[in-house]
């Protein structure tokens, strides 16, 4: 029979949770009786538990982070002292170290992880999460030979335990390390090791749809960072339909699908989350494949699934989520001529990144890179050069450097900047260029096109758009296609080969129109305008002239538009420091409605 003073306590742990549970829940009287619990000298095992929970409580519902990490401390500093008291211990460790790492005391956070996973190790779920979270953490400081390593000894561990399912998971975020490292000589035969293991999994289905789902992506994403198109889709076409098996009504809960196996009682993402970042890769792939009507279409039904979710929750990764999203669909936008709107998505992601300060330094280069592509959009030359040339100053990463250099390429050819040109077009020579992109690669004969054009070398041009075309239609990369084929029909109009002209610059219409590409509409259109005059073919040359009119007051009026937003001016100077503090502005409307 419990002492008196026991009945107190636990009478107060009772109160404490019938306030946090009520509805509406109220957390101050909440904490106070759980505050009240150390007035009564409990047991080490309960005192543990209650501070453990005060701190979650803290955590959880108010902003009072301090006091939160000093009922964390004690409740893991009083559970070491107390044998078999597991989950109280390392659960304490583990959202202790989420703490410290929130207030950016990472060697804290990994001290307190490593003590944990060597006092775990006979109990298999805590061994196994300890260790995904100190593998995530050296991942998001870039540390990713030593998360590579946890993620490998997890799987080890997992095999010896007989939590299969897991080890699949620990194998399948080694493979997801290896491609953001770009090591694809090692991720490859791994991935492909790891899907043969996914394709033959005996045990639960709804595991294998998980795990199936995990696979794909990171098969889709290979393919999409060597720019291989046209090679991704039946893998894509096979995710989009797991992930409508996973998202239909019959699926049972994510608590379900874990099993009882307290071994494999993990899951990579919610569904809800995996259903976001299926639409997310299928942006990716829509804009590369250049198609920017689907692109939109599908970031118009994402935001929307994440706005729904943080309604519920807002977790960080929605944010990443909504950021990605929105850097690819502003790059659709200025494609398509819609500069007001692509000004707008930049402002919002701007305003993500100053709510997440961590998102703002990952993403700090990306920003500029929008807003050189923006700026030369706009024909503002020395801005675009600012632009990129600060986004290159903001980043190592190789791929985002290559793609900023061919563009700045851009802008030094255009401007006439040959002296800037020639100490660029090394770092941009196709034959050398570090990149594993079959895409980049093919932009970069463009680029080395373009610039022959410009110098008026139009058979060592044509060499070079040759080459991209080659490259450009191997992958189905429609955009880069167009491209080539309105500029060799400007090279064959130079040349006097008018007949040649006409058979580059139709296919290229046909194409932008698809697309669609207002610059190379009303580029090809000015081609196919003189083409008819030559030929003194008058009705299709006052067509073209219409066509072209078209295009152009369009395009001229959303510059118009963008240049009165009150971002334009002060996102086009902001070059170095702190984001630029924007005035509220209405986002800019869309033509497009969501089916």
């Known amino acids: 029979m419990a002492s008196s003073q026991d009945a107190w306590y636990l009478s107060l742990l009772g109160l404490a949770e019938h306030f946090r549970t009520s509805n509406p829940p109220s957390i101050k009287s909440c904490i106070q009786c759980l505050q009240a619990v150390f007035n009564f000298k409990p047991p080490p095992r309960v005192e543990a538990r209650t501070h453990l929970q005060l701190g979650n409580i803290l955590l959880t519902y108010t902003k009072n982070a301090d006091l939160a990490r000093t009922h964390l401390e004690r409740a893991w500093q009083l559970s070491q002292t107390i044998i078999t008291f597991d989950d109280v211990k390392f659960e304490a460790a583990s959202v202790l170290a989420e703490l410290y790492e929130q207030q950016q005391q990472s060697g804290l956070s990994q001290s307190i992880l490593r003590k944990a996973i060597e006092l775990s190790q006979h109990h298999v779920y805590w061994h196994c999460r300890l260790i995904f979270q100190l593998a995530q953490i050296h991942s998001s400081e870039k ?247 600060a986004a290159l100053n903001a980043t190592q990463e190789q791929e985002l450097v290559t793609f900023a250099n061919l563009n700045l390429a851009i802008v030094y050819i ?77 090279i064959f109009l130079s040349l006097g080969n008018h007949r040649e002209s006409m058979n580059m610059v139709t296919p290229a219409m046909q194409l932008a129109s698809k697309i669609p590409d207002v610059h190379v509409q009303i580029w090809a259109t000015a081609i196919l305008k003189d083409l008819h005059r030559i030929c003194a073919d008058h009705a299709r040359e006052n067509e073209a002239f219409q066509m072209h009119r078209s295009f152009s007051t369009q395009i001229l009026n959303d510059q118009f538009q963008s240049t009165q937003r009150s971002e334009h001016t002060p996102l086009l100077q902001w070059i170095d420091g702190p984001l630029p503090i924007l005035p509220n502005t209405s986002p800019a409307s869309s033509s497009q409605s969501m089916r």
């Open 143 to 389: 540390d990713l030979n030593a998360a590579g390593g946890l993620l490998a000894v997890g799987a080890d561990y997992s095999q010896i335990s007989n939590a299969n399912y897991t080890r699949v998971l620990f194998l399948l975020s080694r493979c997801m390390l290896l491609l953001i490292d770009k090591k694809f000589p090692e991720a490859s035969p791994l991935l492909n090791s790891v899907g043969h293991q996914v394709e033959n999994w005996q045990g639960n289905p709804h595991q294998k749809e998980y795990l199936k789902v995990y696979f794909l992506i990171l098969q889709v994403c290979h393919y999409l960072v060597s720019g291989q198109v046209k090679s991704v889709k039946p893998c894509l076409k096979q995710l989009q339909q797991s992930i409508q098996s996973i998202m239909a009504p019959s699926w049972p809960s994510d608590d379900v699908v874990v099993g009882s196996n307290v071994g494999d009682m993990f899951i990579w993402m919610p569904k809800e989350h995996l259903f976001i970042l299926v639409y997310l890769v299928s942006v990716v792939h829509s804009m590369q494949s250049g198609y920017m009507d689907k692109a939109q279409k599908y970031t118009d039904k994402a935001l929307v699934q994440i706005e729904n979710l943080k309604l519920i929750e807002n977790k960080p990764i929605l944010s990443v989520f909504q950021l990605i999203l929105l850097e690819h669909i502003v790059m659709c936008r200025l494609v398509m001529g819609h500069r007001v709107m692509a000004l707008s998505e930049i402002s919002q992601a701007c305003q993500l990144c100053r709510q997440q300060p961590k998102l703002y330094q990952s993403h700090r280069a990306q920003l500029h890179v929008l807003l050189g592509l923006y700026a030369m959009s706009m024909d503002c030359t020395d801005a675009a050069q600012n632009q990129l040339i």
């Open 414 to 490: 255009r401007a006439r900047k040959d002296t800037e040109l020639a100490t660029l077009m090394e770092r941009v020579n196709p034959e050398s260029l570090p990149s594993f992109s079959h895409s980049i690669r093919a932009a970069a004969y463009y680029v080395q096109g373009l610039q022959a054009f410009y110098g008026a070398r139009y058979h060592e041009a044509k060499r070079y758009l040759r080459e991209t075309l080659k490259m450009a239609n191997a992958e189905d990369l429609n955009r880069l296609t167009s491209c080539s084929l309105v500029l060799l029909g400007h």
